[in-house]
């Protein structure tokens, strides 16, 4: 983010976006930063505000105390068919609100967009996709995991969480949650109008912000993808633990088959030997044991795909939510910023031309006018970016009171797999003696399996 020149202006200028990102004039998406409409106020309304104790600029949370804040629950409950359509509900408990509500993807998305209207400055994690048609039970379970992501950490965020609409959304049990949500946000403003300390953000701010703010984005771009590939290597771990349950039990359901064989066996082929009964015998209640160890495979596979990629995938969404804010400050405030500048220039070329040509007094005094109204938005703006700089201070200083949960997530894998081990190791174990009698020589003493090489010499 580097400075431009530009002509005489109200107020100092920020540091302005890129030249590539000045010069687009493309619409922004609609989840860029808001740009001050007509009317507002070019200081927050201090009626409305509170100012937070001590350093304002300074988190001190744990990830302790963020854990703590809330536990929200989403479970999918029975589907419900209409007529034409069927859709899926959730049930989302909170612990803080001890409140069980029902909700529907869509009003996720209303809850979504007024974070979004009411907080553009702050992280506000994004929605898993909306599928129309051909919805399995894969993605609508891979749906409700990334929903229940959200809310927690939206629940766990310290300005949403004693923010009306969550309340709501967490604990109304009305039938139109959706219009609920919206009537509380509507003549509320973002919270830049409703922050004390809006006005005097920059007065919080060191000096080398910038400098902070590209170190900053930079490390956690590479904390994210460093994430991304332990999710990637834990979700194939936990794939084929899966896989090697299926394995073992259709292994053992092999046995147990070859075991239950009931074809006749001619006697001219046993030369009155019982090995192929002997045999039988052994392999036939094989299954019992295998069918266990595929089913502490299995659980060994869910307990790390709950344990750790789950939280793996919790702090992604984190991470994602603070890449997406950081794009939305620079092409959202810090561009409009650097528009708002342009066109003032353009005004006061117009200003400087209406009076060297002498033109008629009504129309000076319009642009003079129109320039005075956007020497106010500019003023506005600056103030918008310094808050936006200000709260992507305080964002950052949450994501690193997230870090820790690394040290949840490395304890969880490695408890898994010790009691995994631990307990397939048992089942082996105990199913070691059940298979001596497949070993017994001619005497029906126990001997050692070998390996198929060992005394089989051709002569």
Partial sequence: MTGGAMDPQPAEPLAAAPEAEADEEADLPAADLPAPQAGERTAPDSSRMQTPPGNPLLLSLTLQELLARDAVQVELIPEKKGLFLKHVEYEVSSQRFKSSVYRRYNDFVVFHEMLLQKFPYRMVPALPPKRMLGADREF????????????????????????????????????????????????????????????RAKDFLPADIQMQFAVSRELIRNIYNSFYKLRDRAERMVSRAIDNAADLLIFGRELS????????????????????????????????????????????????????????????????????????????????????????????RQMMSAAAQNREPESVEQLESRIVEQENVIQTMELRNYFSLYCLHQETQLVHAYLPLTSHILGAFVSSQIQGHKEMSKVWNDLQPKLRCLFAGPHGAPTPPRSPQDGLSPH
């Fill in 140 to 199: 609508i379970e891979a749906r409700r995991r990334a929903l229940k992501r959200f809310i927690n950490l939206v629940a766990r965020h310290p300005p949403f969480s004693e923010d009306v609409v969550l309340k709501l959304f967490l604990s109304f049990s009305g039938p139109d949650v959706q219009n609920k949500l919206k009537e509380s946000a509507q003549c509320v403003g973002d919270e830049f109008m409703n922050c004390k300390l809006a006005a």
């Fill in 257 to 348: 088959a070859l075991g239950s064989d009931t074809t006749p066996l001619p006697s001219w082929a046993t030369l009155n030997s019982s090995t192929w009964g002997s045999l039988k015998q052994a392999l036939k209640g094989l299954s019992v044991e295998f069918a266990l160890l595929a089913d502490k495979a299995a659980q060994q596979g869910k307990q790390e795909e709950s344990d750790v990629v789950e939280k793996l995938n919790l702090f992604l969404d984190l991470l994602q939510s603070y890449k997406d804010l950081c794009e939305r400050h620079e092409k959202g405030v810090l561009h409009k910023h650097q528009r708002a500048l342009h066109k003032y220039s353009l005004m006061k």
